[in-house]
Every structure is written in structure tokens, then in C-alpha cells.
């Protein structure tokens, strides 16, 4: 998540209220140094090595990295035809990625002409994060996307009382469960598993991918004669931001009776809210 996305202020449904009108809700966009060095590698080349990145936030879309040419191995990259078009960018070149009998179609963009009242993005080439085996920031594995400065994650304890229930049957409850606080994101509350029905798990063959928290696995959950799929997950091995909820199980909100303290919690309206599986 980011300024841009879930309830950040330039988000799709702000958590909070300005005290003047924005000019505009769609096309906002926050050009910014990035001093943090990055690296990208394919098959076994360093494609990018770079400490001079800019960091672009776009309304509604993940932060993503431009990296100045003279910090790409420009010789590794090819034109491609392929052309797409941004309304508040211009038109972008795209290039593809060879190294030996490998290539990486279209793995890379670029705006040689940016439009009026764009980011200076001339000189800067983009990668998509998937296509190119490895990113390094600084000397450290960074997975899913770029991590934006801005998100953050806090995990507490709480002795709240916590329910969750499906279909009108408790499935966890607890008055330890941590909490988990991520930008843009409704709170999570993770239960210990002793304090969930795991009669009512069904395993899952989902995994998702969190920048800040690590790879999830899931769980379905029996409810009745039903089974609702990946309605809970947990981190085995999570990344540094949530080493304490691990083992721990979590619920989507959207798709649950969540009560806390005996107050049922509006369920919010996210990404997760339109799609049966998880996107993240």
C-alpha cells in the first residue's frame, strides 16, 4: 500500500478529509528522490545498479521506480514496438531484456517525451518487477514490489476480546490476539491457533506475496456444508515488519462477522471486498 492506494490520502477511499479541494482525483502524481540503492539481476547479470532512483506515486497504482539510463545496462536492452499510452505521462517506449539465449519481453519502459505538466521522466527507464529475477535493495532480497517509504506496519498486543464467525458459527475467538496496523489497510487481528476452531480449517494451496510481511499461506474455512475459500492466512516465516504474528492466524474482515469487544466491525470496502480470492 501506499499514499496512493487503500485509504491514503490520495487513495481510492481516503481515511481522512482535506481542508481544501483537490484540483483533481485521478492523475495525481508525487515524483521524489529514492536514496536507497537498488539493484535488478538477470540470469546472473546486474541489470541496474542504482543510488540515484526517483520514486513515482500515481494515484491508484503502487509506488514504482525510475532509474536514471547511465545506471542501466542500456546494452542489455532492445526497442521493442511496443507502445502504451498514460493520460498524465505521454507515450512510453518499451524495451526488451536479453542476456545470452534469454530474453524478457517488454521488461522495461521509458517516456522519451513526457508530456506537459509530467514528472521529468525523460532519461529514467522503469522496470517491471517480475521480469527480471532478483531485486537487491541495498544488500538485502526485496520481494512482490518496491517498499514505499511512506507504508508502515505495527504489530501489538492487545487483550481486547476478538470473535470471528462464518455463516453464524464461531470460528476464533480470543482475548489475546495481536493487532496488526498497515497503512491503507483495515487493522488485522491475529489469533494464536490455540484460540481457533481448526476442525473448521481446510487447507489451501494459496500463497500470496506481501512486500512488507513476507509470503502467506491460507486457509479455507468449513461453515455449514460450505466452504469458503482462502478466508484466513498466516505468515510461516514473515519478514522483519511482522515477525510477531508468526504461526498466527487472520480472518478478512470482509467476508466475516468480526467483533471486538461485542462490537461488530463495519466491513470495509477493499480490493478484497470484490474478488472471492485474495489479489495480494
Known amino acids: 500500500m501506499s499514499l496512493t492506494l487503500g485509504t491514503g490520502p490520495f487513495g481510492q477511499a481516503p ?7 483537490l484540483p483533481k482525483r485521478k492523475g495525481l502524481i508525487y515524483f521524489e528522490r529514492f536514496p536507497r540503492r537498488m539493484r535488478a539481476l538477470f540470469e546472473g547479470e546486474t541489470v541496474v545498479d542504482s543510488t540515484h532512483a526517483k520514486l513515482l506515486h500515481e494515484q ?9 539510463e547511465r ?8 526497442p521493442s514496438d511496443h507502445r502504451t499510452h498514460c493520460p498524465w505521462k505521454g507515450e512510453a517506449s518499451h524495451w526488451s531484456l536479453a542476456v545470452g539465449d534469454r530474453v524478457s519481453e517488454n521488461a522495461a519502459w521509458s517516456y522519451p517525451e513526457p508530456i506537459d505538466g509530467a514528472p521529468p521522466l525523460a532519461g529514467h527507464v522503469a522496470f ?5 529475477d532478483r531485486w537487491l535493495e541495498e544488500d538485502e532480497p ?12 505495527d504489530v501489538l498486543d492487545s487483550s481486547r476480546h476478538v470473535r470471528v ?19 491503507g ?10 484460540d481457533v476452531r481448526t476442525d473448521a480449517l481446510v487447507a489451501s494451496d494459496t500463497h500470496t506475496t506481501c512486500t512488507y510481511k513476507g509470503i502467506a499461506s491460507y486457509w479455507s474455512v468449513r461453515s455449514g456444508e460450505e466452504i469458503e475459500q482462502d478466508l484466513a492466512w498466516f505468515y510461516p516465516e514473515p519478514r522483519h515488519d511482522a515477525e510477531r504474528v508468526t504461526g498466527y492466524i487472520a480472518f478478512f474482515n470482509e467476508h466475516v462477522d468480526l467483533e471486538v469487544d461485542g462490537e461488530l466491525a463495519e466491513r470495509p ?12
Open 128 to 132: 517491471y518487477w517480475d521480469r527480471v
Open 71 to 78: 545506471e542501466v545496462r542500456m546494452d542489455l536492452l532492445t
Open 15 to 21: 481515511g481522512g478529509e482535506f481542508n481544501f479541494e
Open 269 to 280: 470496502q477493499t480490493q478484497w471486498s470484490r474478488r472471492r480470492r485474495p489479489v495480494r
Open 142 to 153: 526485496t520481494i512482490g514490489h518496491v517498499r514505499d517509504p511512506y507504508h508502515r506496519v
Open 185 to 194: 489497510l483495515p487493522t488485522r487481528w491475529y489469533f494464536p491457533p490455540e
Open 165 to 183: 464467525s462464518v455463516g453464524g458459527e464461531v470460528v476464533a475467538e480470543s482475548s489475546r490476539a495481536r493487532a496488526l496496523f498497515e497503512t
Open 60 to 68: 491508484g497504482l503502487l509506488p514504482m521506480l525510475y532509474f536514471p
